[in-house]
């Protein structure tokens, strides 16, 4: 079984300021990738940004990174320059072998103009 | 637009109705799944369907019931269900497990 673990159910941030989310996960697993996904209020699931656990390097994309600490099985977002479009639930998300997507709890981002 | 599409976007149905969710994907992935999200917890899969096997969650009741009639297609069967199956119902697909899932925009059902 694998499980993941958001332990901020809410965070703000200051708009164009930098926020952080944390995740933590637990797998038996070598070979498994991690997913942020966004749901804003429209309710469509969006991916953010992948990493898989075989590389060393943090993905990132455009004001979104990563920080994988693979011993630590931690997986934190980095959000850069923060927008108001940026809002949302933000989900960890773990996947296996068998197509098997586990998600975390959330965390719900709140942008402040 | 992600290239899923759920049908419908909402649903109020009696405990004693029967009544069917669709989804569709024509993006040529291999896999598809039914979500559950319901208020204060985590996404629940349900049911996944990857190169037409099937794997499913052992918790999750019989009064739902998948079918998956080829790889662009697949639905969730509701009968007899409960105030507590209240819920947003997602639908997704993905090529392989290295890959992104696309979702949905997902059903609101509401059992009264």
């Known amino acids: 079984a694998q499980t993941v673990t958001q332990s901020q159910p809410e965070m703000s941030v200051q708009e164009a300021e930098t926020v952080t989310l944390s995740c933590t996960y637990d797998t038996s697993e070598s070979d498994y990738y991690l997913f942020w996904y966004k749901q804003p209020p429209s309710r469509q699931m969006i991916l953010v940004i992948r990493q898989e656990a075989y590389k060393q390097q943090n993905a990132t994309e455009n004001r979104f990174s990563v920080n994988f600490q693979k011993a630590a099985k931690s997986f934190s977002l980095k959000i850069s320059d923060s927008q108001l479009g940026d809002a949302a639930m933000y989900f960890c998300?773990?996947?296996?072998?068998?197509?098997?997507?586990?998600f975390g709890g959330g965390t719900r981002l709140m942008v402040k103009p | 637009e992600t290239g899923v599409t759920q049908t419908p976007r909402h649903l109020v149905m009696g405990m004693t109705n029967k009544k069917s969710l669709k989804c569709e994907q024509h993006?040529?992935?291999?896999?598809m799944y039914w979500y559950k999200q319901s208020a204060k917890k985590p996404l629940e899969l349900m049911f996944v369907?990857?190169?037409?096997?099937?794997?499913e969650n052992n918790s999750v009741p019989s009064r739902f019931s998948p079918e998956c009639p080829n790889s662009s297609h697949l639905f969730l069967h509701l009968h007899t269900l409960q105030p507590e199956d209240s819920a947003l119902y997602l639908c997704?697909?993905?090529?392989?497990?290295?890959?992104?899932?696309?979702f949905g925009q997902g059903t609101r059902l509401t059992v009264v």
């Open positions: 369907y990857s190169l037409e096997e099937r794997v």
């Open positions: 997704a697909s993905s090529r392989s497990r290295n890959t992104e899932a696309f």
């Open positions: 993006l040529g992935h291999n896999a």
């Open positions: 998300v773990i996947n296996n072998a068998g197509n098997m997507l586990t």
